[in-house]
T-cell receptor, first 111, second 113 residues
Framework: GESVGLHLPTLSVQEGDNSIINCAYS??????FIWYKQESGKGPQFIID?????DKRQGQRVTVLLNKTVKHLSLQIAATQPGDSAVYFC??????????FGAGTTVTVRA | DTAVSQTPKYLVTQMGNDKSIKCEQN?????MYWYKQDSKKFLKIMFS???????INETVPNRFSPKSPDKAHLNLHINSLELGDSAVYFC????????????FGEGSRLTVL
């Protein structure tokens, strides 16, 4: 199957600044997208999801944007905190029950 | 209480051995999964069970055999371990097989020497 990729493997951000993590996907049939956060030594944790009939969804300090025209997904984190340091994965599914994960972006928050 | 628990957390073994990793979820979910995460952090699905029935079986060597005695448990047995099997194996569960909200365990790090 087609996989979900990420633009940058690492991102360094100053504490208090906003973070933007990007993801490109190639399967035009994908209709459901999710962002996961994985802290060191732990399993991935669901952050936020978005369906293909939406282009923006907001959560607490996080916003996911979906651009189906260019097959691009982004996660914005407002006022980044040290606890936001982790690996972030985008994932997608085309309704075939298989969640495909991208390679991950490692976010490091500088004090 | 841990929602998705897997044991052991660490496993070091020799090539050719057989080993098992156990997983249990207390969330009342219908669907469980096994994912493999390699050294570059890439996560790949291996298997998925929905109400004890296999619904996803990715291209995984048949040395890997999942077993689901009930919908709260999904174990992974690996025969004739190879060096390339070294990875972190994650168990996960979800309410059903169409949601993307998976709840992951903390992982089992397998090292094959």
């Amino acid at each position: 199957g087609e996989s979900v990729g990420l633009h940058l493997p690492t991102l360094s951000v100053q504490e208090g600044d906003n973070s933007i993590i990007n993801c490109a996907y190639s399967n035009s049939a994908s209709d459901y997208f999710i962002w996961y956060k994985q802290e060191s030594g732990k399993g991935p944790q669901f952050i936020i999801d978005i369906r293909s009939n939406m282009d923006k969804r907001q959560g607490q300090r996080v916003t996911v944007l979906l651009n189906k025209t260019v097959k691009h997904l982004s996660l914005q984190i407002a006022a980044t905190q040290p606890g936001d340091s982790a690996v972030y994965f985008c994932a997608e599914t085309a309704g075939d029950y298989k969640l495909s994960f991208g390679a991950g972006t490692t976010v490091t928050v500088r004090a | 209480d841990t929602a998705v628990s897997q044991t052991p957390k660490y496993l070091v073994t020799q090539m050719g051995n057989d080993k098992s990793i156990k997983c249990e979820q207390n969330l009342g979910h219908d669907t469980m999964y096994w994912y493999k995460q390699d050294s570059k952090k890439f996560l790949k699905i291996m298997f998925s069970y929905n109400n004890k029935e296999l619904i996803i079986n990715e291209t995984v060597p048949n040395r890997f055999s999942p077993k689901s005695p009930d919908k709260a448990h999904l174990n992974l047995h690996i025969n004739s371990l190879e060096l390339g099997d070294s990875a972190v194996y994650f168990c996960a569960s979800s309410q059903d097989h169409v949601t993307g909200e998976l709840f992951f365990g903390e992982g089992s790090r397998l090292t094959v020497l």
